[in-house]
Nanobody, 123 residues
Framework: QVQLAESGGGLVQAGGSLRLSCAAS????????MGWFRQAPGKERELVAA???????YYADSVRGRFTISRDNAKKTVYLQMNSLKPEDTAVYYC?????????????????WGQGTQVTVSS
């Protein structure tokens, strides 16, 4: 069983920054890929960024150059640094853990999910 706990969401003005954190417990964190997803009202959950066990990353086109995913295996934590935020980034952001070490881009490739944290960007 894996537990994921997100933190760091909130309300920010357009152009601002937020840093999300996801603390993991329950299995060897350093061996598994991690991802950040988001879901806006009325929309499907979508991948924001993913990172493999060794730090290789993947970004959705909509956030590339603005967001940075990173991980600290010693702290069993994955981060999402979000800069130059836009109103269209408003969503609930979810952390997810994959059952393998690679970069995974589909929701079905992840087996554990956090409860989500709300990010709201005002114009």
């Amino acid at each position: 069983q894996v537990q994921l706990a997100e933190s760091g969401g909130g309300l920010v003005q357009a152009g601002g920054s937020l840093r999300l954190s996801c603390a993991a417990s329950g299995r060897t964190f350093s061996s598994y890929g991690m991802g950040w997803f988001r879901q806006a009202p009325g929309k499907e959950r979508e991948l924001v960024a993913a990172i493999n066990w060794s730090g290789n990353t993947y970004y959705a086109d909509s956030v590339r150059g603005r967001f940075t995913i990173s991980r600290d295996n010693a702290k069993k934590t994955v981060y999402l640094q979000m800069n130059s935020l836009k109103p269209e980034d408003t969503a609930v952001y979810y952390c997810a853990s994959a059952p393998s070490g690679g970069v995974r881009v589909r929701t079905g490739e992840y087996d554990y999910w956090g409860q989500g944290t709300q990010v709201t960007v005002s114009s």
